[in-house]
């Protein structure tokens, strides 16, 4: 048998999922050691290997078929579209992709005016205004703590992940359109798909029966 391969976005998700993978009886216990500097575990007995990545490489992982199996947020896969098969809902990392700014920004989005939106996600923003709603704006790419940019002066909106609230409440901001809900999602490569059909067929359907 070979092993199976996972790929699992740094963090809470990858916390989450083998939470829920130990559920279904696949474990790593090479992974529970919190001091390692390791990079990939393995579990001999049952032929799977797991390793941890930066989230928006999980998808290129499971592209090129480095790994079999990617848990990674939805958000994540818009913006890196990448070739892959999403398989499963997994339930946790609740939250939305939004537009978000002063309250006087709303007038601007109504009126379709030229705005400029500052975000971590250009891809998702560009799908959203150009291909959605049908109005032209400018899109500024920055690497986090995108709330600043309104406030600044950077840009008029944002549009990024909203999951409590409380940053835009700490910093005067409101969520003025909603673009998607987001949550964890299991891809799969293509060719595994169809050469590990049982075997990741029979954990996808297992995972299925504990949400
Ligand atoms: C995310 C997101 C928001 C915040 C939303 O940022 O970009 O800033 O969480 O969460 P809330 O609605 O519960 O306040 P993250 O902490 O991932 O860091 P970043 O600012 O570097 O993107």
């Given at each position: 048998m070979r092993y199976l391969t996972f790929a699992l976005a740094k963090g809470r998700l990858a916390k989450n999922t083998m939470q829920l993978l130990k559920s279904i009886g696949i474990d790593c216990e090479?992974?529970?050691?919190?001091?390692t500097r390791k990079l990939i575990f393995v579990n001999e007995k049952q032929k799977f290997k797991f390793f941890l990545a930066k989230g928006p490489d999980v998808p290129t992982y499971v592209e090129y078929g480095a790994a079999d199996i990617g848990v990674v947020g939805k958000d994540t896969i818009l913006e890196e579209d990448r070739k892959s098969y999403e398989v499963l809902?997994?339930?946790?990392?609740r939250c939305r992709m939004c537009v978000c700014?002063?309250?006087?920004a709303e007038e601007l989005l109504k009126h379709h005016e030229m705005i400029k939106v500052a975000t971590k996600y250009p891809k998702i923003a560009r799908d959203y205004f150009y291909?959605?709603?049908?109005q032209t704006v400018d899109i500024i790419k920055l690497?986090?703590?995108?709330?600043?940019a309104p406030i600044v002066g950077l840009s008029d909106v944002i549009v990024d992940i909203v999951e409590t609230g409380s940053t835009l409440r700490e910093n005067g901001?409101?969520?003025?359109?909603?673009v998607c809900p987001l949550s964890a999602r299991m891809i799969v490569n293509r060719v595994s798909m169809r050469m590990e059909y049982e075997r990741i067929n029979g954990i996808i359907s297992q995972v299925k029966e504990k949400l």
């Open positions: 090479e992974m529970e050691d919190k001091e809902d997994l339930g946790f990392g700014g002063p309250k006087d291909n959605k709603k049908h690497n986090g703590s995108v709330e600043l901001l409101f969520v003025l359109e909603e």
